[in-house]
């Protein structure tokens, strides 16, 4: 089963980046699965953000996104990544990595078929 742990997370001020990190070990199917970004902001739902499929390379993101993330797979280091620019206040949650199977739209987010194995999360602030 793959191990996820994500680092990276802190305080940043609106328009400000980030980084976050999404290590994985451990045995992958790299088949058809991805890597998912998703985040929670207190009182609101889980939510799916940007995904990585292993077997094309193809990446996937929310609308509230778009433009403004993006995923990438580092193979030296075994991450994925999620590069955050123009942040606003309203990315301000826990945000988690996730092994899924089959990513897709749904209602401007990214749902999954199923999901595996969660990651610990970490946590985005973004100051007004």
């Known amino acids: 089963q793959v191990q996820l742990v994500e680092s990276g997370g802190g305080l940043v001020q609106s328009g400000g980046s980030l980084r976050l990190s999404c290590a994985v070990s451990g045995s992958t199917n790299e088949e058809y699965y991805a890597i998912g970004w998703f985040r929670q902001a207190p009182g609101n739902e889980r939510e799916g953000i940007a995904s990585?499929?292993?077997?094309?390379?193809?990446?996937r993101y929310a609308d509230d996104v778009k433009g403004r993330f993006t995923i990438s797979r580092d193979n030296i280091k075994n991450t994925v990544d999620l590069q955050m620019d123009n942040v606003k206040p309203e990315d301000t949650a826990v945000y988690y990595c996730?092994?899924?199977?089959?990513?897709?739209?749904?209602?401007?987010?990214?749902?999954?078929?199923?999901?595996?194995?969660w990651g610990q999360g970490t946590q985005v602030t973004v100051s007004s």
């Open positions: 990585f499929s292993h077997h094309d390379g193809a990446a």
């Open positions: 996730a092994e899924g199977w089959a990513p897709y739209s749904c209602s401007g987010y990214l749902c999954y078929d199923s999901i595996d194995s």
